[in-house]
């Protein structure tokens, strides 16, 4: 029977239990996307806290693709030292660390007439109103190239992987998405080819960074907008994924335009009722694939956690909002204090100065 703290492995990757910490933005780095002490504590606490597998914040893959501030940057080896020194902290606590990466794509407030923002058709954000280039095929090549160099920096500081994010609206999401992408040559029209650039940057780092690097995609179950794309997009990828042999698959959804109930930080999740919103989803994929799934979603509580693991194939649960309120949440769970976190989901955790739960800016 499994349990949530079995140990576990990716490929050759040791995780100590099933809990992940999903990919957070802190607003924590520096203009230019560099490690800085503050940023370097909150890793250290998430290690420290016994969380099996650390996922980073949303780290940029090129200077034009960064959708906020304070992000994260891996567009150039300036990074290497900083990187290597928070992995090698992240493994001496006996946990996995993989870098999220990101062309964050229009749906963005971050100084979008200063740069060139490349995606799938010239069309308005929902949210923002921001209107891409529309890719021609070399900048295409270029953007999966961008990928590609990311990767083998990450690999090279000693991260354990990497996860490709087309999750949330931004770009990769928006290849998916039939309202962004109009096109009608071979990445546009059917999925297979809205899907394109996706699969050709997974075989990029995979043939860059070799079978032994873990590859991994957050992707959103459903974007919950019309003309988005839907779960049926979902399942078609993480097929053709899987097939390929990506190494793990972490389902979401909802993108900044969607209703606030049916985005992927959802608001007032307070009882156990309202946990895992996205489960259903996640449970199908699981079933469909010979891949490990990992769920994300308003997950606090660890019956809930205990029950989808006994019920579903999802092998790994990912927590982002409870883990800001309580980087030690695991640690205290493995002592036998089985409360939930403390997390409301208020979400009131953005600020400019650093997004920390206002109940630890409070302490």
């Known amino acids: 029977m499994r349990d949530l703290f079995d140990a576990t492995y990716l490929k050759q990757v040791q995780l100590k239990n099933r809990f992940v910490r999903s990919a957070s933005w802190e607003q924590m780095a520096s203009d230019d996307g560099r490690m800085n002490d503050r940023l370097f504590a909150v890793y250290e606490n998430l290690a420290k806290g016994q969380v099996g597998l650390i996922i980073t914040s949303y780290t940029f893959v090129a200077l034009d693709g960064q959708p906020n501030p304070g992000m994260l940057g891996i567009y150039d080896d300036r990074g290497h030292d900083d990187y ?29 007439l200063d740069r060139t923002i490349l995606g799938p058709s010239a069309v308005a954000e929902m949210a923002t109103g921001v209107v891409a280039k529309e890719a021609n095929q070399p900048e295409i090549h270029d953007l999966v190239k961008a990928f590609g160099d990311a990767a083998i920096r990450a690999k090279n500081a000693g991260f354990d992987g990497v996860q490709i994010h087309c999750a949330h609206g ?69 097929r053709e994924l899987a097939r390929r042999g990506i ?11 969607a209703e606030e109930r049916l985005r992927w930080a959802r608001p007032h999740v307070v009882n156990s009722e309202d946990e895992a919103y996205f489960a259903p989803y996640a449970a199908q994929i699981a079933a469909e694939i010979d891949v490990p799934v990992i769920l994300v979603g308003g997950l606090k509580s660890l019956e809930v956690m205990e029950r989808l693991l006994a019920e579903t194939k999802i092998e790994y649960f990912s927590m982002a909002r409870a883990l800001m309120t309580e980087p030690g949440l695991i640690q205290r769970w493995m002592k036998g204090d089985r409360r939930a976190s403390k997390c409301v989901s208020c979400n009131q955790c953005r600020h400019p100065q650093g997004n920390i739960c206002i109940l630890r800016r409070q302490v």
């Open 84 to 112: 290597r020194a928070l992995t090698e902290m992240v493994h001496g606590h006996g946990s996995a660390i993989v870098m999220q990466i990101v062309y964050g794509g229009t749906q963005t407030f971050f100084n979008p």
């Open 170 to 238: 931004y770009s990769f999401g928006q290849w998916l998405s039939p309202y962004h992408n109009r096109r009608s040559d071979l990445y546009g029209g059917s999925i297979e080819n809205r899907a394109r650039i996706i699969f050709e940057t997974y075989e990029e780092i995979r043939r860059r960074c070799g079978l032994h690097f873990l590859v991994m995609i957050k992707i959103n179950s459903e974007d919950f907008v019309a003309d988005g794309a839907t779960f049926e997009d979902c399942r078609f990828v993480c």
């Open 247 to 257: 190494d793990a698959v972490e389902i979401s959804g909802g993108v900044f335009a």
